[in-house]
Nanobody
Framework: QLQASGGGLVQAGGSLRLSCAASGRTFNSHAMGWFRQAPGKEREFVAAITWSAGKIYTADSVKGRFTISKNRAENTVYLQMNSLQPEDTAVYYC????????????WGQGTLVTVSS
């Protein structure tokens, strides 16, 4: 299971930190990712990190503002979001990529981030 938290309402230029706690089958996943879906738009990739090597992938749209990190001891992945803009408003989902399929097979429930101008 994946439990995402940390969303909320913030003014433009502000910061939020999202957390995603992994348990159960997601415990031994290969990587964790953050995705977001804005109203009326397709879901898009935000960032990902591998559990073992800590290799990071970040979408160009958030590079320099968002940082993904992990705490293996707590099986938690974080997304630090700085300099938030209204266009960052979306439901943010965490997901686990498995070794078996190489796909994001497990998804959290999503946490809403609203950035006011």
């Amino acid at each position: 299971q994946l439990q995402a938290s940390g969303g909320g309402l913030v003014q433009a230029g502000g910061s939020l930190r999202l957390s995603c706690a992994a348990s159960g089958r997601t415990f031994n996943s290969h990587a964790m990712g953050w995705f977001r879906q804005a109203p009326g738009k397709e879901r898009e990739f935000v960032a990902a990190i591998t559990w073992s090597a800590g290799k990071i992938y970040t979408a160009d749209s958030v590079k320099g503002r968002f940082t993904i990190s992990k705490n293996r001891a707590e099986n938690t992945v974080y997304l630090q979001m700085n300099s938030l803009q209204p266009e960052d408003t979306a439901v943010y989902y965490c997901a686990a990529k498995t070794y078996q399929t190489g796909s994001y097979d497990y998804w959290g429930q999503g946490t809403l981030v609203t950035v006011s101008s």
